[in-house]
């Protein structure tokens, strides 16, 4: 199971850090994403980390976003700075596989999703 916290109302340039908590598996075991879905549009992809320690982001909030993962606590942050109105969006982690061939695969397991609501 993987369960998202973290979100919330913040204003424009402000900060927020969202948690990823796995149970039942190990995070580090697994590529780890997060993705987010804003309304009517479509879920996309945010930022991953790799079993390696491999980051990636998207150009939209690179050098923003932060992921990282703390493996003692199985847990999976996404700390987000400088937000902007168009970083609002439902956030959703996903435990998926990575290679450099392939890139980023999603699975069908998600966590249940947490609100970022950037507003003034």
């Known amino acids: 199971q993987l369960q998202a916290s973290g979100g919330g109302l913040v204003q424009p340039g402000g900060s927020l850090r969202l948690s990823c908590v796995a149970s039942g598996f190990a995070l580090d075991e697994y590529a780890i994403a997060w993705f987010r879905q804003a309304p009517g549009k479509e879920r996309e992809l945010v930022s991953f980390?790799?079993?390696?320690?491999?980051?990636r982001y998207a150009d939209s909030v690179k050098g923003r976003f932060t992921i990282s993962r703390d493996n003692a606590k199985n847990t999976v942050y996404l700390q987000m700075d400088n937000l902007k109105p168009e970083d609002t969006a439902v956030y959703y982690c996903n435990r998926g596989t990575f290679t450099m061939e392939s890139g980023y695969v999603s699975s069908d397991y998600w966590g249940q999703g947490t609100l970022v609501t950037v507003s003034s």
């Open positions: 980390i790799a079993v390696s320690g491999i980051t």
